[in-house]
């Protein structure tokens, strides 16, 4: 069973890997790209044998993350590393297709991933950016009951045009800036928090997104 996951950043798609494998009362292997990956002929596929016949030895369900960067589209062959990168994805193709257990991708760029990889997915979801009624719900449970928040107009918060990541990151940075200031979690904690994370993300907060945040 294969599933991708596919939407931008931030909208729950590896959070809904983590749910899915605690709904069945099974582990989670995350896959470490970058320890997986080798430059040397062959030792890629070994480490990708290893990773499938462990998770199918323990009934794990495996988890790519970012898979655009294992997955991607194969390209045309112009030198050697080009055949090996093909020959690399030949393997995974049909080492995915053996799979006996449960396998999920997750990829911001859905049109990166190889069309051959696609037609063996069993599922194919899209994670749609949140409109305004699920980004105020998203607000809503970004703080915890216990937490001490002052009068937040969670209606506003929501203009902000953010994915559920990003709600949650500025939730706990405004936590920090709340309790260094020895006072409740309020808005102008949350508007300071918000331009934080949008300067990380290289877009500017606009007037209309915070029109009413003070």
């Not at 749910?19 to 069945?24: E, F």
């Not at 290893?50 to 045309?76: I, M, P, Q, T, Y």
Request: aromatic residues 8%; contains cysteine.
């Amino acid at each position: 069973m294969t599933a991708l996951l596919h939407g931008p950043s931030g909208t729950g798609k590896t959070l809904a890997a983590e749910v899915l494998a605690g709904a069945l009362g099974l582990d989670l292997w995350s896959v470490d790209l970058s320890a997986l990956v080798s430059k040397y002929i062959g030792e890629t596929e070994k480490n990708l044998r290893a990773a499938f016949e462990a998770a199918e030895a323990s009934g794990a369900v495996l988890l790519f993350d970012e898979a655009d960067a294992l997955f991607g589209r194969r390209s045309e062959v112009k030198d050697s590393h080009d055949r090996y990168a093909n020959q690399q994805a030949s393997y995974l193709l049909q080492r995915m297709e053996s799979f006996r257990g449960l396998a999920v991708l997750t990829t911001n760029f859905r049109e990166a991933i190889d069309n051959a990889f696609l037609r063996r997915l069993r599922f194919v979801i899209g994670f749609p950016h949140p409109g305004p009624a699920e980004r105020e719900r998203l607000w809503r449970g970004a703080f915890p009951p216990a937490a001490p928040v002052g009068a937040l107009d969670f209606a506003r918060l929501a203009q902000a045009n953010l994915a559920g990541g990003h709600i949650r990151n500025i939730a706990l940075a405004a936590a920090f800036l709340a309790a260094e200031d020895g006072t409740p979690i309020g808005m102008a904690h949350l508007l300071r928090a918000a331009r934080r994370e949008c300067a990380k993300l290289e877009r500017p907060l606009t007037p209309a997104e915070v029109a009413g945040w003070l």
